[in-house]
Protein backbone atom coordinates (compact mmCIF):
# COMPACT_ATOMS: atom_id res chain seq x y z
CA UNK A 1 0.00 0.00 0.00
CA UNK A 2 3.32 2.15 0.52
CA UNK A 3 3.72 2.45 -3.23
CA UNK A 4 0.37 2.58 -4.70
CA UNK A 5 -0.09 5.85 -4.62
CA UNK A 6 2.38 7.71 -7.45
CA UNK A 7 -1.04 9.57 -8.18
CA UNK A 8 -0.47 12.03 -5.21
CA UNK A 9 3.12 13.17 -6.96
CA UNK A 10 1.75 13.22 -10.50
CA UNK A 11 2.12 17.07 -10.11
CA UNK A 12 5.94 16.68 -10.34
CA UNK A 13 6.56 14.02 -13.03
CA UNK A 14 3.46 15.87 -15.37
CA UNK A 15 5.87 18.93 -15.83
CA UNK A 16 8.47 16.92 -17.26
CA UNK A 17 5.96 15.02 -19.84
CA UNK A 18 5.27 18.33 -20.95
CA UNK A 19 8.52 20.12 -20.91
CA UNK A 20 10.37 17.70 -22.93
CA UNK A 21 7.21 15.95 -25.16
CA UNK A 22 6.17 19.52 -25.83
CA UNK A 23 2.56 19.24 -25.07
CA UNK A 24 0.14 21.98 -24.96
CA UNK A 25 -2.24 22.77 -22.05
CA UNK A 26 -4.96 21.59 -23.89
CA UNK A 27 -3.88 17.98 -24.21
CA UNK A 28 -2.11 18.21 -20.37
CA UNK A 29 -5.56 18.47 -19.36
CA UNK A 30 -6.67 15.18 -21.27
CA UNK A 31 -3.53 13.43 -19.88
CA UNK A 32 -4.72 14.80 -16.73
CA UNK A 33 -8.32 13.46 -16.89
CA UNK A 34 -7.07 9.96 -18.27
CA UNK A 35 -5.01 10.31 -14.89
CA UNK A 36 -8.26 10.77 -13.16
CA UNK A 37 -10.16 8.53 -14.41
CA UNK A 38 -7.46 5.38 -14.15
CA UNK A 39 -6.87 6.01 -10.37
CA UNK A 40 -10.82 6.50 -9.52
CA UNK A 41 -12.04 3.57 -11.67
CA UNK A 42 -11.45 0.45 -10.00
CA UNK A 43 -14.64 -1.41 -10.73
CA UNK A 44 -12.37 -3.68 -13.05
CA UNK A 45 -10.04 -4.48 -10.56
CA UNK A 46 -12.99 -5.52 -7.87
CA UNK A 47 -14.35 -7.65 -10.79
CA UNK A 48 -11.49 -9.51 -11.85
CA UNK A 49 -11.08 -10.08 -8.12
CA UNK A 50 -14.37 -11.96 -7.13
CA UNK A 51 -13.08 -14.84 -9.95
CA UNK A 52 -9.24 -14.89 -9.73
CA UNK A 53 -6.97 -15.83 -6.99
CA UNK A 54 -5.29 -12.24 -4.71
CA UNK A 55 -2.04 -13.29 -6.58
CA UNK A 56 -3.23 -13.01 -9.67
CA UNK A 57 -4.84 -9.56 -9.31
CA UNK A 58 -1.64 -8.85 -7.82
CA UNK A 59 0.32 -9.67 -10.48
CA UNK A 60 -2.06 -7.78 -12.95
CA UNK A 61 -1.48 -5.24 -11.35
CA UNK A 62 2.42 -5.42 -11.08
CA UNK A 63 2.44 -5.71 -14.89
CA UNK A 64 0.16 -2.65 -15.40
CA UNK A 65 1.77 -0.31 -13.46
CA UNK A 66 5.44 -1.31 -14.98
CA UNK A 67 3.83 -0.85 -18.52
CA UNK A 68 1.86 2.26 -18.83
CA UNK A 69 5.00 3.79 -16.44
CA UNK A 70 7.37 2.64 -18.45
CA UNK A 71 6.35 3.68 -21.47
CA UNK A 72 5.89 7.00 -20.58
CA UNK A 73 9.68 6.68 -19.41
CA UNK A 74 10.77 5.62 -22.65
CA UNK A 75 8.75 8.63 -24.35
CA UNK A 76 9.89 11.37 -22.26
CA UNK A 77 14.04 9.97 -22.81
CA UNK A 78 13.12 9.71 -26.54
CA UNK A 79 14.09 6.01 -27.07
CA UNK A 80 10.57 6.27 -28.90
CA UNK A 81 8.78 8.53 -30.93
CA UNK A 82 7.02 11.33 -29.36
CA UNK A 83 3.64 9.16 -28.48
CA UNK A 84 0.46 11.25 -29.86
CA UNK A 85 -1.50 12.85 -27.02
CA UNK A 86 -4.20 9.75 -27.02
CA UNK A 87 -1.43 7.54 -26.80
CA UNK A 88 -0.11 9.14 -23.70
CA UNK A 89 -3.69 9.27 -21.88
CA UNK A 90 -3.72 5.49 -22.72
CA UNK A 91 -0.42 5.04 -20.89
CA UNK A 92 -1.19 7.32 -18.22
CA UNK A 93 -4.64 5.67 -17.32
CA UNK A 94 -2.94 1.95 -17.67
CA UNK A 95 -0.17 3.04 -15.30
CA UNK A 96 -2.34 4.54 -12.83
CA UNK A 97 -5.19 2.00 -12.99
CA UNK A 98 -2.70 -0.73 -11.83
CA UNK A 99 -2.89 1.03 -8.44
CA UNK A 100 -6.80 -0.09 -7.89
CA UNK A 101 -5.79 -3.35 -8.34
CA UNK A 102 -2.72 -3.55 -5.65
CA UNK A 103 -5.44 -1.84 -3.51
CA UNK A 104 -7.91 -4.22 -3.52
CA UNK A 105 -5.46 -7.41 -3.62
CA UNK A 106 -4.13 -5.95 -0.21
CA UNK A 107 -6.92 -4.64 1.21
CA UNK A 108 -9.63 -6.78 0.50
CA UNK A 109 -7.55 -9.82 1.63
CA UNK A 110 -6.40 -7.95 5.12
CA UNK A 111 -10.24 -7.05 5.76
CA UNK A 112 -11.08 -10.77 5.53
CA UNK A 113 -8.50 -11.61 7.32
CA UNK A 114 -9.67 -9.33 10.41
CA UNK A 115 -12.85 -8.95 10.24
CA UNK A 116 -13.43 -7.89 13.90
CA UNK A 117 -10.64 -5.33 13.46
CA UNK A 118 -11.77 -4.04 9.89
CA UNK A 119 -11.74 0.03 10.90
CA UNK A 120 -8.13 -0.61 12.27
CA UNK A 121 -7.39 -2.18 9.39
CA UNK A 122 -8.34 0.31 6.53
CA UNK A 123 -7.28 2.97 8.25
CA UNK A 124 -3.59 1.91 8.55
CA UNK A 125 -4.16 0.81 4.80
CA UNK A 126 -5.68 3.70 3.80
CA UNK A 127 -3.05 5.87 5.69
CA UNK A 128 -0.28 4.31 4.22
CA UNK A 129 -1.68 4.91 0.51
CA UNK A 130 -1.80 8.65 1.73
CA UNK A 131 1.55 8.57 2.64
CA UNK A 132 3.03 6.82 -0.50
CA UNK A 133 3.67 10.20 -2.00
CA UNK A 134 6.17 11.81 0.11
CA UNK A 135 8.11 7.78 0.24
CA UNK A 136 8.09 7.36 -3.24
CA UNK A 137 9.98 11.22 -3.04
CA UNK A 138 12.37 10.54 -0.64
CA UNK A 139 12.99 7.58 -2.01
CA UNK A 140 13.61 8.98 -5.50
CA UNK A 141 16.00 12.18 -4.05
CA UNK A 142 18.20 9.75 -2.25
CA UNK A 143 18.54 7.52 -5.50
CA UNK A 144 18.40 10.00 -7.84
CA UNK A 145 18.62 13.59 -6.89
CA UNK A 146 16.73 15.54 -9.07
CA UNK A 147 16.83 13.49 -12.19
CA UNK A 148 12.68 13.50 -13.00
CA UNK A 149 12.84 11.14 -15.92
CA UNK A 150 14.35 8.91 -13.13
CA UNK A 151 11.17 9.36 -11.08
CA UNK A 152 9.03 8.35 -14.05
CA UNK A 153 10.72 5.21 -14.32
CA UNK A 154 11.51 4.81 -10.59
CA UNK A 155 7.06 4.80 -10.44
CA UNK A 156 7.39 2.39 -13.12
CA UNK A 157 9.84 -0.78 -11.12
CA UNK A 158 9.18 0.26 -7.49
CA UNK A 159 5.79 -0.64 -6.66
CA UNK A 160 5.88 -3.42 -9.46
CA UNK A 161 8.69 -5.45 -7.59
CA UNK A 162 7.29 -4.76 -4.20
CA UNK A 163 3.89 -6.29 -5.75
CA UNK A 164 6.43 -9.34 -6.84
CA UNK A 165 7.76 -9.97 -3.88
CA UNK A 166 4.82 -9.84 -1.64
CA UNK A 167 2.67 -11.47 -3.94
CA UNK A 168 1.96 -15.14 -2.09
CA UNK A 169 2.28 -13.13 1.21
CA UNK A 170 -1.39 -11.49 0.59
CA UNK A 171 -3.74 -14.55 0.83
CA UNK A 172 -6.79 -15.42 3.15
CA UNK A 173 -6.17 -17.13 6.27
CA UNK A 174 -8.50 -19.44 8.18
CA UNK A 175 -6.92 -18.68 11.75
CA UNK A 176 -8.45 -18.24 15.06
CA UNK A 177 -8.48 -14.33 16.36
CA UNK A 178 -5.80 -13.83 18.23
CA UNK A 179 -7.15 -11.96 21.96
CA UNK A 180 -3.34 -9.46 21.26
CA UNK A 181 -5.04 -8.11 17.85
CA UNK A 182 -5.58 -4.85 18.80
CA UNK A 183 -2.48 -4.45 20.35
CA UNK A 184 -0.53 -5.56 17.62
CA UNK A 185 -2.22 -2.90 15.25
CA UNK A 186 -1.47 -0.39 17.92
CA UNK A 187 2.07 -0.90 17.61
CA UNK A 188 1.83 -1.06 13.77
CA UNK A 189 0.12 2.29 14.74
CA UNK A 190 2.90 3.82 16.20
CA UNK A 191 5.31 2.66 14.12
CA UNK A 192 3.91 4.58 10.91
CA UNK A 193 3.04 7.60 13.04
CA UNK A 194 6.53 7.72 13.47
CA UNK A 195 7.16 7.55 9.77
CA UNK A 196 4.56 10.07 8.96
CA UNK A 197 6.41 12.53 11.83
CA UNK A 198 9.74 12.21 9.68
CA UNK A 199 8.49 12.78 6.75
CA UNK A 200 6.76 15.85 7.37
CA UNK A 201 10.01 17.28 8.93
CA UNK A 202 11.90 16.65 5.98
CA UNK A 203 9.50 17.51 3.53
CA UNK A 204 9.18 21.13 5.21
CA UNK A 205 13.11 21.05 5.35
CA UNK A 206 13.65 20.31 2.12
CA UNK A 207 11.66 23.74 1.16
CA UNK A 208 13.40 25.60 2.57
CA UNK A 209 16.86 24.18 3.48
CA UNK A 210 19.53 23.36 0.65
CA UNK A 211 19.95 19.39 1.17
CA UNK A 212 23.03 17.43 -0.76
CA UNK A 213 22.53 14.04 -2.12
CA UNK A 214 24.28 12.74 0.93
CA UNK A 215 21.41 13.78 2.95
CA UNK A 216 19.00 12.23 0.72
CA UNK A 217 20.58 8.94 0.72
CA UNK A 218 20.46 8.76 4.17
CA UNK A 219 16.99 9.99 4.27
CA UNK A 220 16.35 7.47 2.05
CA UNK A 221 17.66 4.72 4.34
CA UNK A 222 15.66 5.74 7.25
CA UNK A 223 12.52 6.23 5.60
CA UNK A 224 12.81 1.98 4.45
CA UNK A 225 13.90 1.41 7.58
CA UNK A 226 10.71 2.97 9.51
CA UNK A 227 8.66 1.48 6.39
CA UNK A 228 9.87 -2.39 7.79
CA UNK A 229 10.07 -1.66 11.15
CA UNK A 230 6.34 -3.45 11.85
CA UNK A 231 7.98 -6.91 10.18
CA UNK A 232 9.93 -6.86 13.90
CA UNK A 233 6.61 -7.20 15.77
CA UNK A 234 5.54 -9.69 13.39
CA UNK A 235 8.30 -11.74 13.85
CA UNK A 236 8.02 -11.47 17.67
CA UNK A 237 4.17 -12.47 17.50
CA UNK A 238 5.03 -15.34 14.95
CA UNK A 239 7.98 -16.26 17.27
CA UNK A 240 5.41 -16.35 20.04
CA UNK A 241 2.77 -17.93 18.55
CA UNK A 242 5.51 -20.74 17.66
CA UNK A 243 6.63 -21.47 21.29
CA UNK A 244 3.00 -21.50 22.29
CA UNK A 245 2.26 -24.55 19.92
CA UNK A 246 5.35 -26.18 20.11
CA UNK A 247 4.68 -26.01 24.22
CA UNK A 248 0.83 -27.68 23.98
CA UNK A 249 0.35 -31.53 23.06
CA UNK A 250 -1.69 -31.37 20.05
CA UNK A 251 -4.69 -33.81 20.64
CA UNK A 252 -5.18 -36.66 18.39
CA UNK A 253 -7.38 -35.99 15.89
CA UNK A 254 -10.71 -38.59 16.26
CA UNK A 255 -14.72 -38.59 14.57
CA UNK A 256 -17.28 -37.68 17.19
CA UNK A 257 -20.79 -38.52 16.79
CA UNK A 258 -22.82 -35.40 16.26
CA UNK A 259 -25.58 -35.48 19.07
CA UNK A 260 -29.11 -35.61 18.13
CA UNK A 261 -29.57 -31.79 19.37
CA UNK A 262 -26.49 -30.57 16.96
CA UNK A 263 -27.10 -28.82 13.90
CA UNK A 264 -25.01 -29.72 10.80
CA UNK A 265 -23.66 -27.17 9.66
CA UNK A 266 -24.76 -26.06 6.24
CA UNK A 267 -23.71 -23.54 3.40
CA UNK A 268 -25.77 -21.05 2.20
CA UNK A 269 -27.22 -21.73 -1.33
CA UNK A 270 -26.96 -19.53 -3.61
CA UNK A 271 -30.40 -18.60 -5.08
CA UNK A 272 -30.96 -20.30 -8.92
CA UNK A 273 -32.14 -18.07 -11.77
CA UNK A 274 -31.49 -15.26 -13.10
CA UNK A 275 -28.83 -12.31 -11.35
CA UNK A 276 -31.93 -10.11 -11.39
CA UNK A 277 -34.33 -12.75 -9.31
CA UNK A 278 -33.41 -11.25 -6.11
CA UNK A 279 -32.59 -7.52 -6.83
CA UNK A 280 -35.22 -6.66 -4.05
CA UNK A 281 -35.46 -9.29 -1.87
CA UNK A 282 -32.84 -8.85 0.19
CA UNK A 283 -30.98 -10.36 2.94
CA UNK A 284 -30.86 -9.02 6.33
CA UNK A 285 -28.14 -5.82 7.20
CA UNK A 286 -24.89 -7.47 7.37
CA UNK A 287 -25.04 -10.55 5.45
CA UNK A 288 -23.79 -11.04 2.58
CA UNK A 289 -25.40 -8.86 -0.23
CA UNK A 290 -25.39 -9.77 -3.76
CA UNK A 291 -23.96 -6.92 -6.25
CA UNK A 292 -26.98 -5.23 -7.30
CA UNK A 293 -28.96 -6.03 -3.89
CA UNK A 294 -26.56 -3.72 -2.07
CA UNK A 295 -26.13 -1.31 -5.40
CA UNK A 296 -29.46 -0.60 -5.14
CA UNK A 297 -30.30 -0.55 -1.30
CA UNK A 298 -31.38 2.81 0.48
CA UNK A 299 -27.94 2.12 2.59
CA UNK A 300 -25.84 2.45 -0.37
CA UNK A 301 -27.90 5.49 -1.64
CA UNK A 302 -26.56 6.71 1.21
CA UNK A 303 -23.57 5.99 1.34
CA UNK A 304 -23.62 7.64 -2.34
CA UNK A 305 -24.53 11.09 -1.35
CA UNK A 306 -22.42 11.15 1.47
CA UNK A 307 -19.34 10.40 -0.65
CA UNK A 308 -20.83 12.95 -3.33
CA UNK A 309 -20.56 15.78 -0.31
CA UNK A 310 -17.33 14.43 1.80
CA UNK A 311 -15.13 13.45 -1.26
CA UNK A 312 -16.51 16.03 -3.64
CA UNK A 313 -15.97 18.97 -1.28
CA UNK A 314 -12.66 17.72 -0.13
CA UNK A 315 -11.28 16.69 -3.44
CA UNK A 316 -12.22 20.80 -4.84
CA UNK A 317 -10.49 22.13 -1.94
CA UNK A 318 -7.12 20.10 -1.99
CA UNK A 319 -7.37 21.04 -5.81
CA UNK A 320 -7.91 24.67 -5.37
CA UNK A 321 -5.29 25.46 -2.47
CA UNK A 322 -2.43 26.48 -4.89
CA UNK A 323 -4.99 29.10 -6.50
CA UNK A 324 -6.34 29.94 -2.62
CA UNK A 325 -3.22 30.68 -1.13
CA UNK A 326 -1.86 33.45 -4.14
CA UNK A 327 -5.43 34.61 -3.64
CA UNK A 328 -4.80 35.36 -0.11
CA UNK A 329 -1.05 36.64 -0.72
CA UNK A 330 0.97 33.87 0.77
CA UNK A 331 4.28 33.12 -0.80
CA UNK A 332 4.86 30.66 -3.33
CA UNK A 333 7.35 28.32 -0.70
CA UNK A 334 4.67 29.13 1.96
CA UNK A 335 1.88 27.70 0.20
CA UNK A 336 3.67 24.58 -1.08
CA UNK A 337 4.48 23.78 2.34
CA UNK A 338 0.82 23.74 2.93
CA UNK A 339 -0.43 21.77 0.07
CA UNK A 340 2.73 19.04 1.23
CA UNK A 341 1.40 19.15 5.01
CA UNK A 342 -2.13 18.04 3.21
CA UNK A 343 -1.04 15.15 2.88
CA UNK A 344 0.14 14.76 5.80
CA UNK A 345 -3.04 15.65 7.66
CA UNK A 346 -4.71 13.22 5.51
CA UNK A 347 -2.54 10.11 6.73
CA UNK A 348 -3.70 11.49 10.35
CA UNK A 349 -7.33 11.58 9.92
CA UNK A 350 -7.42 7.81 7.78
CA UNK A 351 -5.81 6.13 10.83
CA UNK A 352 -7.38 8.12 13.49
CA UNK A 353 -10.99 7.64 12.00
CA UNK A 354 -9.95 3.90 11.52
CA UNK A 355 -8.95 3.21 15.24
CA UNK A 356 -11.33 5.93 17.04
CA UNK A 357 -14.67 4.45 15.01
CA UNK A 358 -13.43 0.69 16.38
CA UNK A 359 -13.03 1.55 19.72
CA UNK A 360 -16.41 3.95 19.63
CA UNK A 361 -17.71 0.06 18.29
CA UNK A 362 -16.66 -1.95 20.31
CA UNK A 363 -17.20 -0.06 23.78
CA UNK A 364 -20.03 2.40 22.94
CA UNK A 365 -21.98 0.16 20.07
CA UNK A 366 -22.10 3.63 17.96
CA UNK A 367 -22.43 3.47 14.41
CA UNK A 368 -19.18 4.41 11.86
CA UNK A 369 -22.00 7.17 10.35
CA UNK A 370 -22.21 8.83 13.67
CA UNK A 371 -18.47 9.66 13.32
CA UNK A 372 -18.81 10.66 9.70
CA UNK A 373 -21.10 12.86 10.90
CA UNK A 374 -18.60 14.97 13.18
CA UNK A 375 -16.05 14.23 10.09
CA UNK A 376 -17.99 16.33 7.96
CA UNK A 377 -19.42 18.75 9.72
CA UNK A 378 -15.62 19.68 10.26
CA UNK A 379 -14.87 19.87 6.98
CA UNK A 380 -18.31 22.36 6.25
CA UNK A 381 -16.66 24.22 8.95
CA UNK A 382 -12.90 24.45 7.32
CA UNK A 383 -14.91 25.77 3.70
CA UNK A 384 -15.95 28.26 6.22
CA UNK A 385 -12.61 29.49 6.84
CA UNK A 386 -11.82 29.58 3.17
CA UNK A 387 -14.82 31.37 2.27
CA UNK A 388 -14.27 34.21 5.02
CA UNK A 389 -10.07 34.56 5.49
CA UNK A 390 -10.62 37.49 7.52
CA UNK A 391 -10.12 34.93 10.37
CA UNK A 392 -6.91 35.04 11.96
CA UNK A 393 -4.59 31.86 10.85
CA UNK A 394 -7.61 30.67 8.66
CA UNK A 395 -5.45 29.68 5.26
CA UNK A 396 -3.70 27.29 8.07
CA UNK A 397 -6.57 25.50 9.60
CA UNK A 398 -8.62 25.11 7.00
CA UNK A 399 -5.37 23.22 5.74
CA UNK A 400 -5.47 21.39 8.77
CA UNK A 401 -9.05 20.68 9.17
CA UNK A 402 -9.95 20.13 5.48
CA UNK A 403 -7.08 17.25 4.83
CA UNK A 404 -8.32 15.81 8.31
CA UNK A 405 -11.56 15.43 7.59
CA UNK A 406 -10.93 14.41 4.04
CA UNK A 407 -8.66 11.56 5.37
CA UNK A 408 -10.79 10.56 8.34
CA UNK A 409 -14.31 9.96 5.42
CA UNK A 410 -12.00 7.12 3.71
CA UNK A 411 -11.62 4.16 6.02
CA UNK A 412 -15.16 4.96 7.87
CA UNK A 413 -17.09 4.48 4.14
CA UNK A 414 -14.98 1.17 3.58
CA UNK A 415 -15.80 0.04 6.90
CA UNK A 416 -19.61 0.43 6.63
CA UNK A 417 -19.85 -0.85 3.21
CA UNK A 418 -18.13 -4.26 4.78
CA UNK A 419 -20.74 -4.15 7.23
CA UNK A 420 -23.91 -3.38 5.91
CA UNK A 421 -23.52 -5.72 2.86
CA UNK A 422 -21.32 -8.48 4.31
CA UNK A 423 -17.45 -9.26 2.44
CA UNK A 424 -18.82 -11.71 -0.01
CA UNK A 425 -18.70 -9.19 -3.42
CA UNK A 426 -16.73 -6.66 -0.89
CA UNK A 427 -13.90 -6.01 -3.75
CA UNK A 428 -16.23 -5.01 -6.26
CA UNK A 429 -18.40 -2.68 -4.01
CA UNK A 430 -15.79 -0.44 -2.36
CA UNK A 431 -14.61 0.15 -5.68
CA UNK A 432 -17.89 0.82 -7.02
CA UNK A 433 -18.20 3.23 -4.07
CA UNK A 434 -15.36 4.76 -5.20
CA UNK A 435 -16.60 5.99 -8.63
CA UNK A 436 -18.28 8.99 -6.63
CA UNK A 437 -15.26 10.84 -6.32
CA UNK A 438 -14.28 11.67 -9.84
CA UNK A 439 -17.94 12.32 -10.16
CA UNK A 440 -18.26 15.29 -7.17
CA UNK A 441 -15.17 16.39 -8.21
CA UNK A 442 -16.15 17.16 -11.73
CA UNK A 443 -19.11 18.54 -10.30
CA UNK A 444 -18.25 20.53 -7.53
CA UNK A 445 -14.54 21.48 -8.94
CA UNK A 446 -15.06 21.63 -12.89
CA UNK A 447 -18.26 22.99 -13.03
CA UNK A 448 -18.96 24.80 -9.46
CA UNK A 449 -15.44 26.43 -7.95
CA UNK A 450 -13.42 26.91 -11.27
CA UNK A 451 -16.04 28.63 -13.07
CA UNK A 452 -17.30 30.98 -10.27
CA UNK A 453 -13.25 31.40 -9.94
CA UNK A 454 -12.94 32.76 -13.41
CA UNK A 455 -16.27 35.03 -13.11
CA UNK A 456 -14.53 36.50 -10.18
CA UNK A 457 -11.29 37.22 -11.85
CA UNK A 458 -13.09 38.42 -15.12
CA UNK A 459 -14.97 41.00 -12.99
CA UNK A 460 -11.66 42.34 -11.36
CA UNK A 461 -10.60 42.54 -15.06
CA UNK A 462 -13.08 44.78 -16.01
CA UNK A 463 -12.93 46.83 -13.23
CA UNK A 464 -9.55 47.90 -14.06
CA UNK A 465 -10.30 48.28 -17.48
CA UNK A 466 -8.35 45.38 -19.25
CA UNK A 467 -10.09 43.53 -21.85
CA UNK A 468 -10.64 40.01 -20.96
CA UNK A 469 -10.78 38.67 -24.70
CA UNK A 470 -6.79 39.05 -24.34
CA UNK A 471 -6.33 37.06 -21.04
CA UNK A 472 -6.76 33.30 -21.15
CA UNK A 473 -6.74 32.53 -18.00
CA UNK A 474 -7.11 35.42 -15.98
CA UNK A 475 -5.70 35.64 -12.03
CA UNK A 476 -8.46 36.50 -9.03
CA UNK A 477 -6.96 38.26 -5.84
CA UNK A 478 -8.29 38.92 -2.98
CA UNK A 479 -11.04 37.57 0.01
CA UNK A 480 -13.66 37.55 -2.13
CA UNK A 481 -12.29 34.88 -4.66
CA UNK A 482 -13.57 31.68 -3.07
CA UNK A 483 -16.17 33.21 -1.10
CA UNK A 484 -19.16 32.24 -2.70
CA UNK A 485 -17.69 28.83 -4.07
CA UNK A 486 -16.65 27.57 -0.77
CA UNK A 487 -19.68 28.89 0.99
CA UNK A 488 -21.53 26.06 -1.30
CA UNK A 489 -19.15 24.07 -0.80
CA UNK A 490 -19.74 24.72 3.27
CA UNK A 491 -23.40 23.77 2.23
CA UNK A 492 -22.86 20.17 0.69
CA UNK A 493 -20.94 19.02 3.58
CA UNK A 494 -23.46 20.12 5.98
CA UNK A 495 -26.20 18.54 3.59
CA UNK A 496 -23.38 15.34 4.14
CA UNK A 497 -23.63 15.63 7.59
CA UNK A 498 -27.25 15.38 7.77
CA UNK A 499 -27.32 12.34 5.57
CA UNK A 500 -24.81 10.67 7.63
CA UNK A 501 -26.79 11.53 10.82
CA UNK A 502 -30.24 10.34 9.17
CA UNK A 503 -28.18 6.93 8.29
CA UNK A 504 -26.79 6.75 12.03
CA UNK A 505 -31.00 6.92 13.04
CA UNK A 506 -31.37 4.23 9.97
CA UNK A 507 -28.74 1.83 11.33
CA UNK A 508 -28.81 2.00 15.06
CA UNK A 509 -30.43 -0.98 16.32
CA UNK A 510 -27.85 -2.63 13.54
CA UNK A 511 -25.15 -1.80 15.57
CA UNK A 512 -26.48 -2.08 18.65
CA UNK A 513 -26.61 -6.17 18.39
CA UNK A 514 -23.35 -7.98 17.62
CA UNK A 515 -22.05 -7.10 14.18
CA UNK A 516 -19.02 -9.69 14.05
CA UNK A 517 -20.79 -12.32 15.52
CA UNK A 518 -20.47 -14.73 12.87
CA UNK A 519 -17.40 -14.02 12.06
CA UNK A 520 -16.93 -15.86 15.94
CA UNK A 521 -19.42 -17.94 15.10
CA UNK A 522 -17.01 -20.86 13.40
CA UNK A 523 -14.14 -20.44 16.12
CA UNK A 524 -16.61 -20.92 19.10
CA UNK A 525 -17.75 -24.41 17.76
CA UNK A 526 -14.09 -25.45 17.02
CA UNK A 527 -12.83 -24.31 20.51
CA UNK A 528 -15.99 -25.87 22.14
CA UNK A 529 -15.51 -29.31 20.19
CA UNK A 530 -11.50 -28.85 20.86
CA UNK A 531 -12.54 -28.98 24.67
CA UNK A 532 -14.94 -31.53 24.52
CA UNK A 533 -13.05 -34.01 22.52
CA UNK A 534 -9.71 -33.40 25.13
CA UNK A 535 -12.09 -34.29 27.80
CA UNK A 536 -13.06 -37.61 26.12
CA UNK A 537 -9.46 -38.27 25.83
CA UNK A 538 -8.57 -37.61 29.23
CA UNK A 539 -11.34 -39.51 30.85
CA UNK A 540 -11.38 -42.46 28.97
CA UNK A 541 -7.45 -43.22 28.12
CA UNK A 542 -6.27 -45.33 31.69
CA UNK A 543 -3.07 -43.82 30.54
CA UNK A 544 -3.61 -40.10 30.62
CA UNK A 545 -5.05 -40.78 34.03
Same mark, same amino acid.
Given at each position: ?88 ? %? ?75 ? !? ?231 ? !? ?95 ? %? ?27 ? %? ?19
Amino acid at each position: MAGAGATYIYGIYSKQIQKTLGYDEDAMNKITLFRDVGANVAIFAGLIAEVVPTWVVTLIGAAMNFGGYFMIWRAVTGKIAKPKVWHMC %AYIAIGTNSQNFANTAALVTCVKNFPESRGVVLGLMKGLVGLSGAIITQIFLGMYEDDLNSLILLIGWLPAVVSVVF !VFTLRTMKTERQPNELKVFLLFFYSTIVLAFYLMIMTLLEKYVTMGNAVHSKSAIVVAVLLFLPLYVVFKEERALWKNKKERENPPEMTTEKSENSEPEQLAEEPKGSCFANIFNKPERGEDHSILQAILSVDMLFIFVISLCGYGTSLTAIDQFGRIGKAQGYSDRLVDSIITLVSIWNYYGRVYSGFVSELLLMKYKLPRSTMMTVVLFMSGIGMLFVAFPEIPFAFYVAS !VVIGFSFGAQVPLNLAMISEFFGLKYYSTLFNCAQLISPLGSFLLNAKLTKSLYLKEATKDLIAKGVDTSSVKDPICIGHHCFRLSFSILAMVAFFG %AFAALILTKRTKEFYKGDIYRKYRVKEDE %AYKRYKGETYMMFREDPKIN
